[in-house]
């Protein structure tokens, strides 16, 4: 087994966010989902991240609740399922150790959120010598405030605000920052071949 799909913060803590409702692929765990079972159908690894807050209150501190994958999707009993503290998949976890004893040298990358935590990790992958697929369509994100907007911020502000950098920018912005450099950028079908 040479290649591994990485699913990072497909979590319900998005989903018990108000921001979700500003996401810019609604279907991403559907997408997900596609890349999950064509990488079991091929035999390769699947390791599932989640993100934790410890102690903060919010939805991404495990006493809250919604620091597990979400509800559509689940990871079969041998598949790792590795808690991460910081953006990136490698830092607070094992996985480069689960990666190098597999004998992985190839990974894809999907999930939450686009320019943040998926992207960070294909970043590192790529330094750590990985050949990285970066699965467009398989990732999902919100608009991002301005700079110098208000910490508290309602999303109907934010949506107002016209400083927000839309989710549909965050998204081009990442394809145009990794192609060519850190990752190939392809959408799920081109991945599978449907």
Known sequence: MTSALVVIDVQESFRARPLWATTDNPGVVEKVGQLVDAARAAGDRVIWVVH???????????AC????????????????????????????????????????RSITVCGLRTEQ??????????????????????????????PDAPDDQTVEELLADPRTLSAADVATRTVYALSGRFATVKTVAEIIGG
């Open 52 to 62: 934790a807050e410890p102690g903060t209150g919010n939805t991404f501190d495990p």
């Open 65 to 104: 609740g919604f620091v597990r994958v979400m509800d559509e999707l689940s990871p079969a009993a041998d598949e790792p399922l590795l808690t991460k503290t910081v953006h990136n998949a490698f830092t607070t976890t094992n996985l480069q150790h689960l990666l190098t004893t597999a004998g992985v």
């Open 117 to 146: 935590c998926v992207e960070t990790t294909a970043r590192v992958a790529s330094d750590l010598g990985y050949d990285v697929t970066f699965a467009i369509d398989a990732t999902a994100t919100n608009p991002i405030p301005h």
